[in-house]
């Protein structure tokens, strides 16, 4: 093998520096805004204020270091546009995540008033049942939100029967039920917008229904994509931070790779010299 | 006949599952779900096997002084507190022995089952995950070296992929003008995996699919029997 | 009390952290340590998983429930206890049933499996018109997508020699499957690094609060 | 003046009801065991607010089955339907309707229904699945075909497979260095068959491990494969004549945790360090972080799965590294079992016509004709 190769704890070491300096001091590296991501920002742009608007979380902590910025910087953006948030998560484990973004865009935001501004209808099993169901009444699914308290005594609630009052579906979702089950009754059958978030490796199989019966508008796919989105709100923050990571870890790889050929053709220069 | 016997009877399972895809009509239509269900309850007794095999084996390795038999004695013990938490208090979701334990959550903050979970399991299962996180850059460093075809084909798409995926390839080719735009790095990357890597995964999937109906059907015939022990 | 146990909770996830992480730097008590939990700990988790969650519900809940529905259990049921006869040396050939059965199963329903989708649905996605495409780019991917994969297939080709212009297609298919490997490591590279953000946000924020 | 508004009030009403059209049509679902009833109506006229289907059957009492919006549609009843009952389905057009006598006040009303029958069947084939049944046949009988013309004696030539010929070089080595060989088949149970694929590899090797007398060790994650791995190295050592030199404990179990158990084998790994490793089997992530302990540690690694997403991590970090059908031809490949060989023969076999109906699916797809893509694609 190569005479000197480099001791591969020193890779380690480069990756575990270059990774954690962007999370502490954000660089900001130049990001491209994508299509997908412009579609679903002008989607929440171009809702009106005081349009009621619903957000399902449909991941667990396992997904978090993905699809957790981008659902922060969605509901800051709905949130910034002054829309009324209407929670619920299809996987058990979304009702904390839920919970974990509002208590910090609450700090944030100190006039956010629960039950008028936004409500955690919490966590429902069934996944594309619940969401059918929710085409008839929300109230059939959820008599109560995620603390206990009845949904007729809470005024965003007020005249909110079914998908009819809601302007868009925004769900971020790793698996099933997700996205797509969002999108075959949210979209298909009642004919709203929906948009959202996956994770980069379940990208391919939701990237197909963008098109242009706009089963989706637009879509954040990965970490990137979250980027983009604080980029196009004016608030950088976690994904941007992790994004800088991203381009310093690829970096510092291909870097490591050039190292590596170069020793490559040293060597067998050396050896072809002798 | 202590062969044979569960040959025979490994044939005429694998047949009637091979067949009963194609037939609706009850019972065959259930047959299929229902044996996976049964796979769960073997595997289940099964589970008793594996944890005898782990007690036996440590407790000889601390009965006879292995090297470092001190760290086994921390292996059965995490085991053991594991079972014994998750047996007398349960679960999130399960009641235990001894029911909800619930002066033991008011101390701290969930059931002792949970916590260890909670606050050590998954730690140690996200980290060793992220370890891939290194490994992947010392794999590359080692083994993208462009030395044959084979070897340069594999770093070049690798490394054009890599920097697709990132902030450097739009800042790299972001000056492309509209006409050159497929050069762009990010839409490189994007042509690599929707072409030619789906290509590839799918003549992988296609011979591996053939592989697997291959051996299927040496394992129901019988031709194929080492699971039974030696040939 | 609670407050004392959260924060040793996060003490306890930062210590196992760092005892993996020093494995990357060489092997040591303290990654010896932390190995053994896990391995003990998991063990024990799955072990309570099973019961609660495979055993309970599949098997005894419905047979004390409603035996007359559901007596049919009590085949897998006699499996799994021949499976046990494992540890009775005498009876130890008991346990061949349940074995052949149950591989016997997985390899009809792998048979037909495998067969819808990685060998019929592959090759019904692959049967496209390469020249139907928007724009040349799309029209040159279609056309290497569908060279790739049958080239891709011949190689797998055991029962003839690769020579000659068959050589020279496997060849080509050889080549096709090493772009895709350094494709597919080069895109999981950032799901990867992700797992590692994930952890430093962990240490970074949980931890030592220097993070948002 | 009020009396006339009333009559055209009523006129309109009863004119609309005129155009209004309500269409329900209920036949057995095809191929599956008698457990559905597909219903397709079809609505055109005024506005409605939504359609209700209702259903009973023996003469008994209406009961709802649920509601649409949407004006035309398929939907397939699957509560509870009992097969060779005959159901009478009855769908009923709901309107807000103006009250004649009081204008201004809507109420909500059937402005039309319609009624359809059906009885549900079991099938004893389902014609949806007949290019699986022909592809699998064909498979089923070039297999076949050589496995019994191997058997009569015909000679099969097989190509080199080089992560197989690795082997004899890794035990070598290992006897050689006096340190053990490593094998994992995989981290899935006995339900898939790359695990057996693997397991059916490990008896050849605990063979040739015995006949040199170098430790094998063999940590599993599943019980069940524990138990049959066992089976299989100890019935090796039988056979090479060595039963004395089998240790029950050379192949143990660790946990069922994926990380857990990579965890404790890098463990094994850095300590006992092996000198050649073999990873044959099912593998998710953990694949790379084996593969790069296993060559810190400067062992000979063969790796073999047909996890595509895998793959480029074994091929990049090992020595030799089995592609997908190639772990699966590996115990043909190590046997020269004349069985086995034919069958793998019959594999090849099927591979070409597969890819003549490839090409000629391209081919018609290019010609703009799409039968033989329709009759490939499964529902």
Known sequence: ?274 | MKRTLPLILAMITGFIVLISDFIPHWPFGMITSEIEKWFLIISGFALILGQINLIKVNVNKIRFKAEGWQYFIITIASFAIMVLFGALWGTQSNVGLLGNGTKIVEVIGSKPFDYLFDNVYQHLQATMFSLLAFFIASAAYRAFIARTPESNLLLIAAILVMLGNTSLGSFLTGWLPENLDFLHLPNVSQFIMKYPTTAGQRAIMIGAGLGLIGSSLRIILGIERSYLGGN | MVDFFEVLGIWLGAFFTFAIFSFLYKDNPVYKVAEQIFVGLSAGYWFIYTIFNVMIPNLLTPLSNNFSANYILILPAILGIMMLMRLVPKAEWLSRFPIAILIATTAGISFLRFLKSDVIGQLNATMINPFAGANWVVIVGQILLVVGTITGVVYFYFSKKHEGAFGVTAKIGIYFLMVSFGAAFGYTAMARISLLIGRLQFLLGDWLHLIK | MMKRTLVLLLIIYTSSLLFADLSLTAIDKPNDDGSGIILNWQYSGEEIIELQLFRRHDGGHYNQVTTFTELSGKYTDTNEIEVGTEYDYKINAIANVESPKNPGTFNKLIIESAHAKATSKAQWFNTDKISVLIFGLILFVSIMWFIISARSGKDLYIRKIAGLESMNESVGRATEMGQPILFIPGTLDLDDMQTIAGLTILGKLAERAAEYDTELIVPVCRSMVLSTAKEIVKESYLKAGRPDAFNPDSVFYLTDDQFGFVAGVDGIIVREKPAANFFLGAFYAESLILAETGFASGAIQTAGTAMPSQLPFFVTACDYTLIGEELFAASAYLSKDPQQLGSLKGQDIGKAIFLFVLITGIIFEILGISWLKDFLTIH
């Not at chain 1, 396992?62 to 509901?75: D, R």
């Not at chain 1, 039950?115 to 619940?130: A, H, M, R, S």
Request: proline residues 5%; aromatic residues 10%; hydrophobic residues 45%.
């Open chain 1, 1 to 274: 093998m190569a005479a000197k190769s480099i001791d591969r704890r020193w890779i380690y070491l480069f990756i575990f520096l270059g990774v954690a300096f962007p999370l502490i001091f954000v660089i900001g590296l130049p990001i491209e805004i994508t299509e997908n991501t412009q579609m679903a920002y002008d989607l929440i742009d171009n809702t009106p204020a005081g349009s009621h608007v619903l957000y399902s979380f449909d991941y667990d902590p396992a997904s978090m270091p993905e699809l957790h910025p981008m659902a922060k910087a969605m509901v800051r953006h709905s949130i910034e546009k002054k829309h009324k948030i209407i929670f619920t998560a299809l996987w058990p484990m979304g009702v904390q995540m839920i919970d974990d973004i509002m208590e910090q865009l609450s700090t944030e935001y100190p006039d956010l008033v629960y039950g008028e501004d936004y409500v955690n209808l919490g966590f429902k099993v069934g996944g594309i049942v619940t969401i059918q169901a929710m085409g008839k009444n929300f109230r059939s699914v959820f008599p109560t939100d995620a603390n206990g308290k009845k949904i007729d005594k809470l005024p965003i609630m007020n005249n909110i029967e079914n998908y009819n009052n809601i302007s868009y579906i925004c769900s971020f979702s790793a698996g099933a039920p997700g996205i797509k089950e969002w999108v075959q009754i949210g979209n298909d059958v009642y004919k709203r917008p929906v948009t959202g978030g996956v994770t980069g490796v379940s990208a391919p199989s939701i990237l197909p229904y963008v098109n242009e019966q706009k089963q989706l508008t637009g879509l954040l796919a990965g970490l990137k994509a979250a980027a983009e989105y604080e980029k196009l709100i004016g608030a950088p923050a976690l994904a941007t931070a992790g994004m800088d990571a991203q381009s310093l870890a690829h970096l510092i790889i291909i870097i490591f790779i050039v190292i590596g050929n170069i020793n490559y053709w040293r060597n067998k220069k050396k050896k072809g010299d002798k």
